[in-house]
């Protein structure tokens, strides 16, 4: 089944600690991006990648970190997660970009206390 | 930089009633993308217009691409307590990023 799978569902966490979401694809795409999801702000992107080891910025990627190792797997990295970085996070993937249907994740809770 | 307007951000409607959201950018688009999320859910596909003035049909939903290639909108007909969700329209900026309008709430009274 073509899926996009990110790990965890839910993260409650401490100001400060490094953590790594997970996410994965298993349908060959060139082209992987994390949002978050905010009350009345919509999907805002944080990063994106044209393909392996070509990593770009979104519209909000202070305080975030990604990289592109291999195709199928794009992690999120916060170094030092704060209370503002609460929110729901979700990867997705496409065969090309903005071109192309994207295929969301599950999503990520995280909540920064 | 681009920037994509989506209102409103909720409409409550009574089921058989009509509904719409429009979509604005800032700039013209290659294509413009839907996607509903339904509660507790994540955003999934419903379509894609390419072309200036193209209208596509989905049984209920009417989706349309204006001329100018910056504003498009997405009507339901007679809404159904299925079509509950947050209705979104995205579409790619100049350096491949992606740009989501904030979205539309529905709310359906049975």
């Known amino acids: 089944e073509a899926q996009v799978t990110q790990n965890p569902r839910y993260l409650i966490t401490v100001t400060g600690k490094k953590l790594t979401v997970t996410c994965s694809q298993n349908?060959?795409?060139?082209?992987m991006s994390w949002y978050r999801q905010d009350p009345g702000l919509g999907l805002r992107q944080i990063y994106y990648?044209?393909?392996?080891?070509?990593?770009d910025k979104g519209d909000v990627p202070e305080g975030y970190k990604v990289s592109r190792k291999e195709k199928r797997n794009f992690p999120l990295i916060l170094e030092s997660p704060s209370p503002n970085q609460t929110s729901l996070y979700f990867c997705?993937?496409?065969?090309?970009?903005?071109?192309?249907?994207?295929?969301f994740g599950p999503g990520t809770r995280l909540t920064v206390t | 930089g681009q920037q994509v307007m989506q209102i409103p951000q909720y409409q409550h409607v009574q089921e058989g009633e009509d509904f719409t959201t429009y979509c604005n950018s800032s700039?013209?688009?290659?294509?413009i993308q839907w996607y509903k999320q339904r509660p507790g859910g994540h955003p999934v596909f419903l379509i894609q217009?390419?072309?200036?003035?193209e209208v596509k049909k989905q049984k209920r939903l009417t989706f349309q691409f204006g001329e100018a290639k910056k504003n498009s909108s997405l009507h339901i007909t007679a809404t159904q307590t299925t079509d509950v969700g947050t209705y979104f329209c995205?579409?790619?900026?100049?350096?491949?990023?992606?740009?989501f309008g904030a979205g539309t709430r529905l709310t359906v009274k049975p």
């Open positions: 990648s044209m393909n392996v080891e070509v990593t």
């Open positions: 700039t013209t688009l290659s294509n």
């Open positions: 217009l390419v072309k200036s003035g």
């Open positions: 995205a579409g790619p900026g100049n350096n491949n990023d992606m740009r």
């Open positions: 997705a993937s496409s065969s090309r970009g903005g071109y192309y249907e994207q295929y």
């Open positions: 349908m060959n795409h060139e082209y």
